[in-house]
Structure formats: structure tokens, C-alpha cells
């Protein structure tokens, strides 16, 4: 167990719905990265968020978007669902300084699925 | 060119052999480097990080890096059926706030 947590596990929504996906960050971490994964794929980078700041960004549209609280929880959320938005989203968090690259523990992760 | 690159398996080894998995990357700037396992269904688990050219060893894995190469590898040795997952090499880019994955290899131990 990596203390980070996710939620929900599963969602089904449909195209052109909007969702909210929730990350609570392992105790004492700072910065949290969301990941798309889609199947037979690896993680691919959608945003990082340190100290409640964008910290770099994918290539993602901007329909994806995030936040990140006081308490360094996170929340990614997805405007206009298209069904190639299906696949299991994963957060990660790690104790930066927001200059070097730091060891990411990563969550159980969220299915979403769309149709 | 993708980030990195990892052959997509499967790579079947018998128990007790030593499983040897590899990765490129592109980004000659990179520092940092992390072995993740995922077994089907579930989150990626850090296996081992390495940041410096040479070899790491912890237990019965050894991650080799040579950044000349811009080459990683993981060795395996006495691979147990339980290691059977995909395995996933991950690169800081250039920016180091981003982590690039490759797509994983498969690794199959047969008993």
C-alpha cells in the first residue's frame, strides 16, 4: 500500500458528460501527477500539480483539467467525455521541491469507462 | 520517436532463470529513472529507482543504466512465478516535471 488513495474505483458516464475524479496524496507528499492508461498502453501524463500550482502539463486538450487543495489533495476533471476517454486514470504523488524529479507512489487508480 | 521504448514481450523465462528487460529513451537529458511493475488490473508498483550510470542492485533485482546509451535494463534473477506482470520503465523528460512511460513488457514465468 502506497497511502495513496482514489476515488471512485469504477464510473461508467456517457459521451459528453463531465466528470470528477479525487486523489488524496500519501502523508507528507506535496505534489500530485494524474495519468491517463489506456489498455495495453503505459501511463501517459496528463498534468502535475505542486503546492496547489500547475507544474507542467501533457499533451492533453484542456477539456482535462485539475485541481489541487491546501491539504495537497487532488481532483482531475474531464469535460465532454468522448469514448476514447475510457480507460483506467491514475494519480501519483511525491514529495518534490518542484524542481527535481522525485520518486512517484502511484494510487489503485480509477476505471472510467464512457459509452 | 517515443519517449521510451520497451519490447512489448510477452518474454517468457522458466522459474528460477534471470529475466532481462530493456529501454531506450530519446530525451539525452533525462535523470531520473524507475522500474514500475503492474500486475493486470492493478496500479503500477515502484520496483527501483536509479539516477546514476553503473548498476543498483536491491535483492533479486539489478537495474543497469547507461545514459551514453540512453539505455536502462532490469535483471530478474531466480524469477518466480509471482513476477509474472508487466513491467514498465519510466523517464523523467527534459523538463523534469514530466514522466514519460513506455508501453511495458510482459513477463511470463513458467513453474
Known amino acids: 500500500e502506497t497511502g495513496v488513495t482514489q476515488s471512485p474505483t469504477h464510473l461508467i458516464k456517457t459521451r459528453g458528460q463531465q466528470v470528477t475524479l479525487r486523489c488524496s496524496s500519501q502523508s507528507g507528499h506535496n505534489t500530485v501527477s494524474w495519468y491517463q492508461q489506456a489498455l495495453g498502453q503505459g501511463p501517459q501524463f496528463i498534468f502535475q500539480?505542486?503546492?496547489?500550482?500547475?507544474?507542467g502539463r501533457g499533451n492533453f486538450p484542456p477539456r482535462f483539467s485539475g485541481l489541487q487543495f491546501p491539504n495537497y489533495s487532488s481532483e482531475l476533471n474531464v469535460n465532454a467525455l468522448e469514448l476514447d476517454d475510457s480507460a483506467l486514470y491514475l494519480c501519483a504523488s511525491s514529495l518534490g521541491s518542484g524542481r527535481v524529479p522525485d520518486t512517484q507512489y502511484f494510487g489503485p487508480g480509477t476505471r472510467l469507462t464512457v459509452l | 520517436q517515443k519517449e521510451v521504448e520497451q519490447n512489448s514481450g510477452p518474454l517468457s523465462v522458466p522459474e528460477g532463470a534471470i529475466a532481462s528487460l530493456n529501454c531506450t529513451y530519446s530525451d539525452r537529458v533525462s535523470q531520473s529513472f524507475f522500474w514500475y511493475r503492474q500486475y493486470s488490473g492493478k496500479s503500477p508498483e515502484l520496483i527501483m529507482s536509479i539516477y546514476s550510470n553503473g548498476d543498483k542492485e536491491d535483492g533479486r533485482f539489478t537495474a543497469q543504466l547507461n545514459k551514453a546509451s540512453q539505455y536502462v535494463s532490469l535483471l530478474i534473477r531466480d524469477s518466480q512465478p509471482s513476477d509474472s506482470a508487466t513491467y514498465l520503465c519510466a523517464v523523467n523528460g527534459g523538463n523534469f516535471n514530466k514522466f514519460y512511460f513506455g508501453s511495458g513488457t510482459k513477463l511470463n514465468v513458467k513453474p
Open positions: 500539480y505542486y503546492r496547489e500550482e500547475e507544474n
